[in-house]
């Protein structure tokens, strides 16, 4: 049989004031919230692949679309991305776009500049020879990443998060593919699948 504690009144130690316990939480918004606190959490998967050769290339089917609960929050964007190679020269730097931004417009920091300052937010490179000269040298990789991203202004308008890949290198008709196998041609292979994670946080 459940047990409960009825009383009329709660008071202070001291005897100067009385505590309320009625409906404490009835009242929580996600403006009462305290700062750093979680509002929600959303992911977005794939197992596509989409191929490029391009220096500047946006994933749209990796993307999380998110309504902002309060305007001033900030993001914990997160992705565990899938991708492969089958060119033996190849190296790309990993990083996150906003569609307010816009989708080809990296958010974090990255190496554009050249001059050593910024960075990718995460990296894969494939450097290998093959002592008879073919190309086809198959490589593939789990690249994780994540970043904490303020926004430079305060918006409660759906926004979508992209993984956004930009080619450091890649020789001659080089490509990179995303959620490639083992061996892209053989589908016997198990494929992989790509997961990008966004986490509201009460600013």
Not at 5 to 12: A, G, H, P, Y
Not at 137 to 158: I, K, R
Request: charged share 15%; net charge negative; aromatic share 8%.
């Amino acid at each position: 049989m459940a047990s409960k504690i009825k009383v009329d009144q709660i008071q202070t130690a001291d005897g100067s004031g009385t505590i309320a316990l009625q409906n404490q939480l009835s009242g929580m918004t996600s403006a009462s919230m305290p700062t750093g606190s979680v509002l929600q959490v959303v992911q977005g998967t794939t197992d596509a692949t989409s191929t490029s050769t391009t220096t500047t290339y946006t994933i749209t089917d990796c993307n999380v679309a998110i309504t902002p609960k309060h305007a001033d929050s900030k993001f914990l964007l997160s992705a565990n991305f899938n991708v492969g190679t089958r060119h033996h020269d190849i190296a790309a730097g990993f990083n996150f776009a906003d569609s307010l931004v816009g989708n080809t417009t990296a958010i974090a920091p990255d190496a554009t500049t050249g001059d050593g300052s910024n960075r990718f937010q995460a990296f894969a490179m494939q450097s290998a020879h093959p002592s008879d000269g073919d190309v086809d040298n198959s490589a593939v990789w789990q690249v994780p990443f994540e970043y904490l991203y303020t926004p430079s202004y305060q918006n409660t308008t759906t926004r979508t998060f992209y993984v956004l890949w930009k080619n450091s290198y890649y020789q001659s008709a080089g490509l990179i593919i995303s959620n490639m196998n083992a061996n892209q041609d053989d589908a016997r292979d198990v494929r992989m699948r790509s997961t990008i994670t966004v986490t509201e946080i009460r600013g």
